[in-house]
């Protein structure tokens, strides 16, 4: 380790010395094998390129990987979101709690309903949503809950769903980084009404673009299911199985199908989800070791109780420590060709919900703080032993050049 961490004296990357690595490692990528090109190709050369048996396989397979009764596959993450926002019974007018420390598309769903998203304060050592913030906002209006599995670690879902189930309120755990999780010994995926997953490239595992929503309740399943077909009654194989033509369109739905292509390249991904999850563990697991020791930086925190999914490694910089903002952290570590990346700007400090919603600076005093000092180090399950070591070297070289400490 310290040959490793021994290269304070370097001149950085960026003022004109040699990068730690010669090409760029992105922040996250993800892995393809040749299962998955056979897989794809043998759907292509079948009968169903959508809403045929691959997406019924796929959604039987992640519903049981994850505990739960039923799984909806919609075409992206923030489809899966809208649906769960739909089922949900969100209607304008209705307010939902959710974090202000997430990628957009989390408080956009409730927006698409017509639905004001109320943000709650963050955790200050996890970075998910505070169950005392929560219950401090929960109005007449409120009526779902909307906590986001920050990085991959699990929310206070147990405490949640006691506020929930106080004030009669859906829980809507947006689950996008935290496929394969648990959460005091349980998954992820079994605790929430609805919990909702993503399967975009940087994820634990891919379709391209797809996304699930998970429930033990029947009647969320089946809405969920029209909603994503236009909210028609039934889908074309069943009617050509049942030798009819008839259809209903009960409710406004969407086409958010996910495609049979892409079902089948999931059905191999989840193969290898354990497989993922520990290789990221692992790489989690020597950032900790090699980076808590360094001046100027805060790893990321994980509570007894959870295992987290690991989809970021999100670092936090000691700012008072070191002579250097994060953005200008962020630029010497890109310049080593580390794909460093910031996961979020908060939600409320978006143009769209400044203008809108008059949110500002001040408000989530959290949020705001990690805000300014979060960088995402690469994670991602292909990331070889040679790849964590470039990152930790190049972390270490660029806070040594900037701790004042
Ligand atoms: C927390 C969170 N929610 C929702 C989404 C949306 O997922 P998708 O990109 O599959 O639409 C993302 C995407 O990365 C996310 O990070």
Not at 188 to 198: D, E, K, L, Q, R
Request: glycine residues 8%; hydrophobic residues 40%.
């Amino acid at each position: 380790m310290s040959s490793i961490l021994s290269c304070g004296q370097e001149l950085l990357a960026i003022h004109g010395g040699k990068p730690v690595r010669p090409t760029a490692l992105p922040y996250g990528r993800q892995s393809i094998d040749e299962g998955d090109v056979e897989a794809v190709v043998r759907t292509l050369r079948s009968d169903w390129l959508t809403t045929g048996p691959k997406v019924e396989e796929f959604e039987e397979a992640v519903a049981s990987c994850v505990g739960a009764k039923y799984a909806v596959s919609f075409s992206s993450g923030t489809a899966a979101l809208h649906g769960a926002a739909y089922a949900a019974g969100l209607t304008p007018g209705d307010e939902a709690i959710t974090t202000p420390l997430t990628f957009a598309a989390t408080a956009n769903c409730l927006l698409y309903q017509g639905a004001i998203p109320v943000f709650a304060d963050v955790e200050p050592d996890t970075l998910t949503i505070d169950p005392e913030q929560i219950a401090a906002r929960i109005s007449a209006r409120t009526k779902a809950l909307v906590p986001v599995d920050y990085a991959g670690h699990p929310a206070e879902v147990d405490e949640i769903m006691r506020i929930a189930d106080r004030h009669g309120l859906v829980v809507i755990e947006d689950a996008c980084h935290a496929l394969g999780a648990k959460y005091k010994k349980r998954l992820v995926g079994s605790i929430a009404h609805m919990t909702v997953f993503s399967f975009h490239p940087v994820k634990h595992i891919t379709t391209g673009e797809g996304g699930m929503v998970v429930t033990d309740d029947l009647r969320f399943a089946e809405t969920l299911r029209r909603f994503r077909n236009h909210g028609i009654s039934t889908d074309a194989r069943a009617r050509q199985s049942a030798g009819n033509w008839q259809y209903d369109m009960v409710l406004l739905g969407y086409n958010y199908r996910l495609p049979d292509i892409a079902c089948a390249l999931g059905v191999q991904q989840l193969a290898r989800l354990k497989a993922n999850l520990a290789r990221r563990k692992q790489i989690a697991a020597r950032y900790a070791r090699d980076l808590q020791g360094l001046p100027g930086i805060r790893i990321p925190a994980v509570r007894d109780d959870v295992e987290p999914a690991w989809h970021l490694y999100p670092i936090r910089l000691q700012l008072e420590e070191l002579s250097a903002t994060r953005d200008e952290i962020f630029k010497a570590l890109r310049a080593e060709n580390i794909g460093v990346n910031v996961h979020y700007i908060p939600v409320h400090l978006h143009s769209y919900y400044r203008d809108r919603f008059g949110h500002g600076r001040g408000e989530y005093l959290v949020a705001e703080n990690a805000f300014d000092r979060l960088l995402s180090l690469p994670m991602f399950h292909a990331m070889s032993d040679g790849d964590v070591e470039d990152v930790i070297a190049a972390v270490a070289k660029v806070l040594n050049h900037f701790i004042t400490a």
